[in-house]
């Protein structure tokens, strides 16, 4: 017999080794996001949208239609170009020289162009130069937005457009065509014009599936640089609006909202706002 040295702490039989079970890890989603809470600022690289955006007020009865394109020139670069392509609305809400309330159709006179560049994740910087035709007037937009993507479901932003400065004659807006045709006639008239306005926006969206959002949007305005009236029609003006966004598909988005323009003017100021957008 030879004797051999044997380990009483050696395993006696076959050892079985456990399976270490390893979660599945989630894919991450490529592509531009269906889902309107993890969208980015910016658009895609050779990403365009186009965007029709009808606007509606009661009282007096004020309709603006506005068309937006967008195109990714790169993931941080987007450039975007604005045109007001009409508005109804009483001659005396423009003039306060008329006395004639009967509702007519003008063709927009107003459009720009934007550039937005993506500073981190959730911060912009854009600069836009919107103009009117006729007569020749022209200012500058400065904003900084900014979008916090809190959960899966649930984004706030805002500060599009904070700065708007008129630098020939007027600024012109995007949102009312009345605004526009007011500020023409003080030109004509040669009276006071607003030298500006600063704004203050947020949203909020929660979505509630993948492809249906809910949206809060609010602004707080001061026309001329002034909380108090002025000759150029200053004044503070504070906006509330909430709707829903639906995406049936990737490429389209559809949507309404309504809410109130002015919250000093309830319930005159009572707004309803269409939207419609395509990608390519």
Not at 208 to 217: F, L, S
């Amino acid at each position: 017999m030879e004797g051999r040295d044997e380990n009483p702490d050696a395993p006696r039989g076959t050892v079985v080794e456990k399976p270490v079970v390893v979660a599945p890890v989630e894919p991450k989603k490529s592509g531009y996001p269906i889902e309107l809470a993890q969208r980015p600022i910016t658009l895609p690289a050779n990403m365009a949208e186009v965007a029709i955006d009808p606007h509606i007020r009661a009282k007096p009865f004020l309709f603006t239609v506005a068309l937006n394109a967008h195109y990714g020139i790169t993931p941080k670069i987007q450039l975007g170009l604005t045109y007001v392509a009409g508005g109804a609305f009483p001659e005396n809400a423009a003039n306060t020289m008329s006395t004639n309330d009967k509702v007519g159709f003008h063709p927009g006179k107003a459009g720009g162009l934007d550039v937005t560049v993506l500073l981190t994740n959730w911060a912009a910087v854009r600069l836009g130069v919107p103009l009117y035709l006729d007569p020749f007037a022209m200012g500058v937009t400065v904003g900084a937005p900014l979008k916090f993507k809190l959960t899966d479901k649930v984004a706030l932003g805002g500060m599009d457009d904070v700065l708007t400065v008129a630098i020939i004659k007027f600024a012109p807006s995007y949102y009312h065509e009345v605004i526009n045709a007011e500020r023409a006639n003080r030109d004509a008239n040669n009276t006071a014009q607003s030298a500006g306005l600063l704004r203050f926006s947020g949203y909020a969206i929660y979505q509630q599936k993948p492809n249906m959002a809910i949206v809060g949007r609010i602004a707080l305005e001061f026309e001329d640089f002034s909380a108090r009236l002025t000759d150029a029609g200053g004044g503070a003006t504070t906006s509330i609006h909430g709707g829903v966004r639906f995406s049936p598909k990737k490429f389209l988005d559809v949507g309404g909202t309504l809410g109130f323009d002015d919250l000093a003017t309830l319930p005159e100021s009572f707004a309803l706002s269409g939207f419609l957008a395509v990608r390519i």
